[in-house]
């Protein structure tokens, strides 16, 4: 009888189920009553491809009309020249099928392009998964450029980086942003030319106050002042080499501005300061972007939000965040008419964080909705 049961077993170990047929369905249009309405998800990382689509469903249904996902280079090029874009493709299908507006965040290298750093000038951490040293900027220029390409009609809009103020976004090393603007600098013409309808967005910058010298970043407003810098000075050389009479010296560099606007504890409608972390402190941004001549530029909010882990210092009520999510997206479509998204962190995340990272999210891992999203959708 044992040996029977045992066979039994066995064969049971074989028998797969069969697999989940996942289709695209019927093209979708988001009905929404807040155009502005985005959310910062983490479906690239998602195994199961129906969760996939129920996730952008839901978002769908809640009137959330823009996704930013961020796309691994390291997931895309596991050798220079190499793609497997099988992975992205899923996610923005169905995402592109529920009627969202994609903005894809790249960063993350491979290891082969960490590789090429000069030995005689390491003198910081290689270990670092966000480590890009100064020879392989052009991979990554070409990586963006093989994205923009494929993806062109399906991605409007392509973020160059992550948080380069923060040392551990920049491979926990010293920010740089002169660094930052050369990488942008040549990655910005070579995506135009693979795919003109894409805009490029660039800063992504975390709302710090770290001071000049600080071992963990760098004070937002610091570093986009020095990056502005950097970039009058590539205009100048640019106007000296060519022909064409820019006029404005954002021209050939960037498209738009991607801005992380987190409102802490403070509520939406908070003014903003330049000693203070607020949902408002966008408008510190705007402000310098119009004294360096980019009034005509839009600011994409790709980070907000507020959190409700009771025990976070910065935490908020669940009722607060509620409104304040609410607020903070009314507030945008009232007074700022250059911002055309303001996307929430986070939709959810692919496992449990153990910690109050999981009290941003608006849904479970397994996609059951939070109050926040009921109450968001209700609100729709």
Known sequence: MKIRLLILLALLALVKPPSLLITLGEPQVVQTRRPVAG???????????????RGLHMLREAGVGWMVEFFPWAYYEPSKGQFDWRSAERVIAHANRQGLRVIARLGLPPAWAQQKANPASLSHNTQSPTYLPHEAYVDFAEFAAAFAAHFRGQVGHIILWNEPNLSHEWGLRPVDPAGYAEMVTLAYPIIKRANPDALVLIGALAPTLEPIGSAQGL??????????????????????????????????FYDGFAVHSYG????????????????????????????????????????????????????????QRIRYTLEAWDYAQAHWPY??????????????????????????????PLPIYDEIKLAN
């Open 39 to 53: 959310m910062h998800t983490r479906f690239t990382e998602e195994a199961e491809e129906w969760k996939i689509q």
């Open 219 to 252: 004070d937002d407003l610091i570093y986009l002042e020095q990056l502005y810098e950097k970039f009058k000075i590539e205009n100048e050389k640019l106007k000296m080499t060519s022909n064409f009479p820019f006029s404005i010296f954002h021209f050939p």
């Open 264 to 319: 802490r504890s403070a509520a939406p409608d908070e003014p903003p300061a330049r000693d203070r972390i607020n949902y408002r402190r966008t408008e510190l941004v705007r402000e310098m972007m119009i004294r360096h001549g980019d009034a005509d530029l839009p600011i994409f909010i790709t980070e907000a939000g507020w959190n409700d882990d009771p025990s976070w210092i910065f935490g908020v009520t669940p009722a």
């Open 339 to 368: 911002v055309p998204v303001v996307a929430m962190w986070v939709f959810k995340e692919p496992r449990p964080a153990r910690g109050y990272r999981d009290r941003f999210t608006f849904v479970t891992p397994s996609l059951a």
